[in-house]
């Protein structure tokens, strides 16, 4: 049995990830190519606890102030949550000779977290994260992004306030600046049909399908 692609979809919040992940599936399914779609944070346990914890939900007891976790907590549980996340979902998902698309991964700690605190940390503490076959990077304005968010969203995250998705953006573009060949950038101020074609044109161009 081949094993499957792994195909990752990064960018800021509001780039469209979740919708192009979606089409790509389907995409996919038209040409006979078995996929599953996933996402980071995981649904799996450590998953569900950033959410919580993005959503303000989790906080730091009252005795010691009753604030937001502290960033470097938050960036551990990215990286557990990946280690649940590959031995429970993505690596079994390829053996099988499904291809995962993935709704964020590793590069999203480096642009978020590695903004925030230092990114040779945040590093060395995925260092065991697979290489994904392809990346797809959703370059959006961060004003077209914040757009949005605000009209699909009832409630924000910690990290959509346009102060940090200006650096997170940021980040994702120096991360991305000289683009390995298994990694694309996607004008994603475009119209969502032409995102599409863009996308689908990289997945022929580097898989094949
Ligand atoms: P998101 O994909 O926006 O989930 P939802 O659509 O359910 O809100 O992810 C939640 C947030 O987590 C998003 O702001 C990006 C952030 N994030 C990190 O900061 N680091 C990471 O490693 C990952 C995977 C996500």
Redesign the pocket.
Known sequence: MEKGKFVVLEGI?GAG??TQAARLQRHLAERGVKSVIT???SDGPVGTV??NA?RGRIRLPEAAGGGELPKET??LL?AA??IDHLAGEILPALESGAWVLS????D??A???GTLIDLEWVRQINRYAIRPDLTLFFDVDVDAALARITSS?VQK?I??TRELLVRVADSYRKLYSNPPPDVFRVDANQPVDRVYDDMIGAVKRLLGV
């Open positions: 919040d990830t979740t996402r980071e944070p950033i959410r993005l938050i960036a990215f949550d990946r709704d964020r991964y590793v999203s700690s642009a978020y977290q969203r995250d990290f959509e």
